[in-house]
Structure formats: structure tokens, C-alpha cells
């Protein structure tokens, strides 16, 4: 306590050369903080599990060609074909047939499931066969499996993405409430199950699904769109770098049904990196870690400067206290101490401002300044960041002291006396 004490006290009786100083620290604590706030939230986003597994997935492409051979087949018939043929090869272990349902993609379907006459959340639909949340590996409930749900409109699975937006608008919302398609009041829609918590891309929020089944009997009914997809989980055990030729030499003369053929099957994590291209959050994490780095080295390089200079000019001091009997522990302990107590009290106020920063950003502005990720903003971020622009700048700060202090005391203090 009494080192702390002298230090404020030396600091104050230098008040004018380190109000610069602490204005300085002030202003660039928050820049620090903006930086790793946004750099530690991207990081956050980037490595946590997304709730599904694309791994050893593949999508196939098929193309028409030629006359068909049997006039009886429809479209839908020989999708169905197709998907029966692949679930039978031994390298696969689940496939499905969906409309603009996949994650990561641009072609999406959506429709509104109200639960009270004032109550309606927007979903994104999941038109699947049985098969889709074992291609991608989704936290499902065991006792209501989306294979065993009800293939008709009437049974739905909700994410808990959706779920949470319906008790956030209905606070007595549970597994048991009754929906209804909105625009349809005469049928209810039951809650079959729900499946975990997952995102939709890596840089999304929590998805808002709702989960249909189709069923692979009712082919007119169901299966006449253009747009399927057909997707498939390949073994572990049998997935490789070659996977992909082998499929398309040996496997795919398989499955051709009438005058649909297997084009291709491209791993998903392809699409996934497509996707992130196209929505420009590529672009978006390149361009702003370009801007955090660029400003890093700035603020490391003025920082270490200005503390460099400040103890450089204490040269006369240092030895004024090594000839009094100072020794050179002591005079480090003492220098840093003041440098650190200076950040401190420069980073107090600093804190304050960046709080109501983020206060006001996600209860008013919502202007993507500090919102362009999907990490909830909480006490206990802001202190993440803080505590990691704090430690940043400490480093800075002893740095900076660090190489000037080491020389001004290896320097004989006659010698110093003398210069001065």
C-alpha cells in the first residue's frame, strides 16, 4: 500500500508532463478495447461448434439427359431410386432427400407458426426425408427422432433456436402448446420434439428451424420440385482424399435411374467456404483483421515510444537514487509501478466509457459496431475485453520501460550526475 501511495504521490507531483500521458492511455484503452472485443468475439464465433458435423458429408448433382426410357418414371420416382440405391452402398451410413434445406446455403424456405392469435415466430423451413438429421449429425432427442416423426404438416420439430424465440414472445410457451400454420386456423400442428441448439453458418446466430417430414411413398404429392437435393454421410473408415473419384468411377454408374445421372458428389465443406464467400463475411473478417492488426502495431509502437522517451529523460534520477542507495530492483519495482498505476487509472474511466458503449449499441443502436457477431453482449464481456486491453497495454507499458531503465542503470551515477 505505501508503494502505491508513493508512486500517486510522484505522480501527481509530475501532474502536467503525465496528463499527456494519461489522456493517451485514456483514448487508446478504448481503442484496445474495441479490438479485442471484436477479435476475441470473431474467434469465439470461428472455433465454436456449430451444433452439426459436415464432415464426410457429399452432395450429389444430377443431371437429365437424353429421352427416357420408361414413361412411367417421374421425376420424383427416380430421385427416390437414386436415394434408395445410395443408402444400400456399404460406404454410406445415412442419406436424405430435401428441398432448399440445407445448412449453408443460399435457397431457403420460410413460413410463420403462431401459437396464440398475438404470438407468431418466422421459421425457416426443413423439408426432409428420414435420414437428415444423421447425415449432419444433429442433437436430437432419442425418445422423438425426426425418422420417426409423422411425414405429414401437422408434426413439427422445433430447433431451440425457435423454441427460445417463442417463449421470448410467450414466457408460458412449452413442449405441450399447440401451433398453427399462420393463415391456417383450422388445423393444429404438434410438437413432435426439438433438436438442439445449432447455427445456420459459422458467423450466424441460433438458427430458427422448423423441422417437416416428407414421405418417400407420396412421391406425386411431395417429391415434384425441381429443386432437390440429395445428400449423404460417407463412413469414416471409408473416406479419404479419393473418395470423391472413386464415388464418381464405381459408384455413381450405380445409381443412374432411366435418364438421371449422377454428375458429381462434392464434399459440403466445399459449399460451406462458397457460402461464407458469397454473404461476404470472408471479405468482412479479412478486411476488419487487417484494420485490428494494422492498429495493433500503431498503438504497440506509440505506446513503447512514449514510455521509451518518458523514462529515457528520467536518466538524472535514476542515478540520483543509485548514488543514495537505491538499488536497482528497487528502482525497476518503482518505475514500472508508477507506468502500471498510470494505466490503471487511466483505464477506470476508460472502462466506464466503453460500457455504456456497449450498452447503448445493443438496447438502442444495433448500428454493427460492435454487433457484427452473434456473441450476446454481458457483464462478463465486457470484462474479457477490458481485461484483455489492459494486459496488452501493460505489456506495452513495461516494455516500453523495460530497455531504457536496464541502460540509465548500468550507466555510473557520477557520470549521469555529470550530464545533467
Known amino acids: 500500500m505505501k508503494f502505491v501511495l508513493h508512486n500517486l504521490r510522484m505522480i501527481f507531483s509530475r501532474f502536467r508532463?503525465?496528463?499527456w500521458v494519461l489522456a493517451?492511455?485514456?483514448?487508446?484503452?478504448?481503442?484496445?478495447?474495441?479490438?479485442?472485443?471484436?477479435?476475441?468475439?470473431?474467434?469465439?464465433?470461428?472455433?465454436?461448434?456449430?451444433?452439426?458435423?459436415i464432415n464426410h458429408v457429399y452432395q450429389l448433382s444430377m443431371i437429365m439427359g437424353g429421352e427416357s426410357k420408361d414413361s412411367t418414371l417421374s421425376r420424383a420416382d427416380k430421385y427416390v431410386s437414386i436415394l434408395k440405391?445410395?443408402?444400400?452402398?456399404?460406404?454410406?451410413?445415412?442419406?436424405?432427400?430435401?428441398y432448399w434445406s440445407l445448412p449453408m446455403s443460399g435457397s431457403s424456405s420460410y413460413s410463420s407458426l403462431a401459437a396464440a392469435d398475438s404470438v407468431g415466430v418466422d421459421v425457416r423451413m426443413i423439408e426432409s426425408t428420414k435420414g437428415y438429421t444423421r447425415v449432419f449429425r444433429m442433437n436430437e432427442d432419442?425418445?422423438?427422432?425426426?425418422?420417426?416423426?409423422?411425414?405429414?404438416?401437422?408434426?413439427?420439430i422445433l430447433s431451440e433456436g425457435a423454441f427460445d424465440l417463442f417463449r421470448e414472445e410467450m414466457p408460458k410457451f412449452s413442449r405441450d402448446t399447440p401451433l398453427r400454420w399462420v393463415g391456417d386456423s383450422l388445423y393444429s400442428v404438434r410438437q413432435y420434439g426439438i433438436i438442439g441448439r445449432f447455427r445456420g453458418w459459422r458467423y450466424g446466430a441460433d438458427a430458427?428451424?422448423?423441422?417437416?417430414?416428407?414421405?418417400?411413398?407420396?412421391?406425386?404429392?411431395?417429391?415434384?420440385?425441381?429443386?432437390?437435393?440429395?445428400?449423404?454421410?460417407?463412413?469414416?473408415h471409408a473416406d479419404g482424399a479419393d473418395y470423391r473419384s472413386h464415388f464418381l468411377k464405381d459408384i455413381a454408374p450405380r445409381l443412374d435411374t432411366d435418364n438421371m445421372f449422377v454428375a458429381d458428389a462434392a464434399p459440403f465443406s466445399n459449399q460451406q467456404l462458397q457460402y461464407e464467400v458469397m454473404r461476404g463475411d470472408v471479405?468482412?473478417?479479412?478486411?476488419?483483421?487487417?484494420?485490428?492488426?494494422?492498429?495493433?502495431?500503431?498503438?504497440?509502437?506509440?505506446?513503447?515510444?512514449?514510455?521509451?522517451?518518458?523514462?529515457?529523460?528520467?536518466?538524472?534520477e535514476v542515478a540520483l537514487r543509485l548514488s543514495m542507495g537505491c538499488t536497482r530492483t528497487g528502482i525497476f519495482r518503482m518505475l514500472t509501478g508508477e507506468g502500471l498505476l498510470l494505466l490503471t487509472l487511466a483505464a477506470v474511466?476508460?472502462?466506464?466509457?466503453?460500457?455504456?458503449?456497449?450498452?447503448?449499441e445493443f438496447s438502442i443502436g444495433r448500428t454493427e459496431l460492435i454487433t457484427t457477431w452473434p456473441v450476446k453482449w454481458s457483464f462478463v464481456r465486457f470484462l474479457l475485453g477490458s481485461a484483455e486491453a489492459w494486459l496488452l497495454m501493460a505489456s506495452m507499458v513495461v516494455i516500453g520501460i523495460c530497455f531504457p531503465a536496464h541502460r540509465a542503470m548500468?550507466?555510473?551515477p557520477a557520470e549521469a550526475l555529470h550530464e545533467e
Open 17 to 19: 508532463s503525465n496528463g
Open 24 to 53: 493517451e492511455l485514456f483514448l487508446v484503452f478504448i481503442v484496445l478495447w474495441f479490438l479485442c472485443d471484436s477479435l476475441g468475439c470473431m474467434k469465439y464465433t470461428f472455433y465454436k461448434p456449430l451444433g452439426y458435423n
Open 85 to 98: 440405391k445410395l443408402r444400400e452402398e456399404p460406404t454410406v451410413e445415412a442419406a436424405c432427400f430435401c
Open 142 to 156: 432419442k425418445n422423438h427422432q425426426f425418422d420417426k416423426m409423422p411425414a405429414n404438416d401437422n408434426s413439427v
Open 208 to 236: 430458427a428451424w422448423c423441422f417437416t417430414r416428407l414421405d418417400e411413398n407420396k412421391k406425386d404429392k411431395d417429391l415434384l420440385n425441381d429443386q432437390g437435393q440429395i445428400v449423404f454421410r460417407v463412413k469414416e
Open 283 to 316: 471479405d468482412k473478417v479479412n478486411s476488419q483483421t487487417i484494420i485490428a492488426v494494422f492498429l495493433l502495431a500503431n498503438v504497440f509502437l506509440g505506446l513503447i515510444g512514449t514510455f521509451w522517451l518518458r523514462t529515457r529523460k528520467r536518466r538524472g
Open 349 to 360: 474511466p476508460a472502462m466506464v466509457i466503453c460500457y455504456n458503449i456497449g450498452i447503448s
Open 410 to 412: 548500468n550507466i555510473q
